[in-house]
């Protein structure tokens, strides 16, 4: 059966409040959770930014929930080091914690300086980032050079089973690329015909038998106009779609571009419902295509009303 995830939106609520809500997420029946990674928030609306790799130690220790999360290696993070972090967090909670690895996004990863290639080499970097990483969790001794430098290195606090490799993917032909050498793939969507082709193309590429999470947006308020205004105000600069979103450098950039976001246009990206029977009904399509894991992200500020209602209404139907 497919497990019911909590999504932790670091872009959204300062890192306390967020170690709160996934308290709460667990208490309620959220069989998992997924945290995001960023530098900087999308908007200035959103208004946050923790450091998510500090903040997992706390969630783990503080939560009985199985957790992922996606980062982009070769820029702001080594390889090696982020080996080292999933190694340290997997050693002290054995199998709670998959590793997504994605090709990143300039809003985070232009703080280096480094250049921002196009995508196809940011997908050679990721494949090369993601050998090593798999390397060094497997106990063996890397000196690498070619996109990332690593010299020596070793992992010497290791666990007994080494975290899932997960490749992240919003296309289906990164989604086909990640088939490879990925232990699975996580995708983001609400709706089962755009989803389906980057799940395919994965099978495609070599990922047949492996898991596939989802992370799905939703927006839930007992008032239908404040599901919708909330919606708007806090993720309409994630509504553009093409590839510009791997290209700009800062939240006012994703606020320009959005501009002419409207709060019905929110419709094609976030699932805003008063009715926690339509939320259940949107879940249960979503499951039917066999997800491991379905990480709920609620958009709204909102979040403890929400994780109640869906603990008491939603989690029940998907066998919480």
């Known amino acids: ?91 002290m909670f054995p199998e709670r914690l998959w590793l997504a690895l994605g090709s ?50 070793q992992l010497y606090s290791r666990p007994k089973t080494p975290p899932l490799l997960i490749g992240g993917a919003a296309t289906a032909a990164t989604a086909r690329a990640l088939g490879a050498w990925a232990d699975g793939l996580v995708t ?20 047949v038998g492996k898991p596939v999470f989802l992370q799905t947006k939703v927006c839930w308020d007992p008032d239908p106009a404040r599901a919708l205004a909330e919606a708007h105000a806090q ?3 994630n509504a553009i779609e093409g590839e510009v979103n791997w290209e700009m450098r800062r939240p006012e950039d994703f606020e320009t571009a959005a501009r002419f976001v409207r709060p019905e246009d929110m419709h094609a990206c976030v699932r805003i419902s008063d009715d926690l029977g339509q939320h259940a009904a949107w879940l249960g399509e979503l499951a039917e295509m066999g997800f491991a894991e379905i990480i709920v992200h609620q958009v709204g500020t909102r979040q403890d009303a929400f994780i109640d209602a869906f603990g008491r209404r939603v989690l029940p139907q998907f066998g919480a």
């Open 188 to 207: 983001v969507g609400i709706e089962p015909d755009k989803l389906r082709p980057v799940v395919e193309a994965f099978r495609e590429g070599g990922g």
């Open 1 to 91: 059966m497919t497990r019911i995830g909590y999504h932790a939106s670091h872009e959204q609520h300062a890192p306390s409040a967020l170690l709160r809500h996934v308290r709460a997420a667990d208490e309620a029946g959220f069989a998992c959770a997924m945290s995001s990674e960023h530098f900087k928030p999308w908007s200035r609306a959103q208004g946050h930014s923790g450091h998510a790799w500090s903040w997992l130690g706390a969630a783990l220790a503080t939560t009985r929930l199985p957790f992922g999360i996606i980062t982009a290696p070769g820029y702001r993070h080594h390889p090696a080091v982020l080996a080292q972090s999933a190694a340290t967090l997997s050693e």
């Open 104 to 153: 990143g996004q300039r809003l985070n990863e232009d703080i280096t300086g480094l250049p921002w290639p196009e995508k196809a080499e940011r997908n050679a970097r990721l494949a090369e980032c993601a050998a090593v990483i798999r390397a060094l969790l497997a106990g063996q001794t890397v000196t690498h050079r070619g996109r990332v430098t690593v010299i020596d290195a």
């Open 235 to 237: 993720w309409s600069s």
